[in-house]
């Protein structure tokens, strides 16, 4: 697949850019400017650029079968709405926080949104906007995300207020399931939330 990877240069885009590599994707990697991630073999093209300004993604976004956002937002979604129906590409991977949609546990929970209220609004706002886009749009919400070796196996509940699994997830699991997600033909219009293999309890699926 050729896919674009917006948010390349962060901590979770640069797993995804070498996994994707590893895969046989054709990866297109989409940074700030003066962000662009180096030491990263393979790659279709390297495009700095606001991911906010639709007119920084429109030549990026030509010719994608996929645009998987590593980096969430409203900006980033309604520049991504605007352009994509443009250049004929439907499939978009849209990260977000299990906490947008999560009410249990009831206190974990409160003082998350106490503390980030600010951003899970926003993310609330993008998938929103995604939902009501006809795009082929897959929401992926994650747990805490942690830097550290891959598990090699991540917990996915499939229902908005589901709790299972353990609440840190590496960076490189979480990839590893943005990818798959972009593969997947049968995820159209899909949200599920990603955790770490629950530890000695509920089913865990293995990350390719």
Do not use: N
């Amino acid at each position: 697949m050729r896919i674009l990877v917006i948010g390349a240069a962060g901590r979770t885009g640069r797993h995804v850019l070498d996994q994707g590599v590893a895969r046989g994707h054709a990866i297109t990697a989409f940074a700030r400017d003066g962000a662009a991630p180096t030491g990263v073999a393979g790659l279709r093209a390297v495009v700095k650029g606001d991911a906010a300004r639709a007119e920084d993604l429109r030549a990026a976004v030509r010719e994608q079968d996929a645009v998987l956002c590593a980096v969430g937002g409203s900006a980033i979604a309604r520049a991504l709405i605007e352009v994509m129906p443009e250049a004929g590409v439907r499939r978009l991977v849209m990260t977000s926080s299990r906490s947008v949609t999560a009410t249990r546990p009831r206190l974990a929970v409160g003082l998350a949104w106490l503390r980030f209220r600010a951003v899970y609004a926003d993310l609330a706002r993008a998938e929103g906007m995604l939902q009501a886009s006809g795009l082929d749009w897959r929401i992926v919400r994650a747990v805490m995300l942690v830097d550290g070796p891959a598990a090699g196996a991540v917990h996915i509940d499939r229902a908005a207020d589901a709790t299972g699994g353990d609440w840190r997830l590496t960076r490189a699991d979480y990839a590893r399931t943005l990818l798959d997600v972009a593969e997947d033909d049968t995820a159209r219009q899909s949200e599920l939330g990603v955790g770490g293999p629950a530890r000695g309890r509920g089913p865990a699926r293995r990350a390719r």
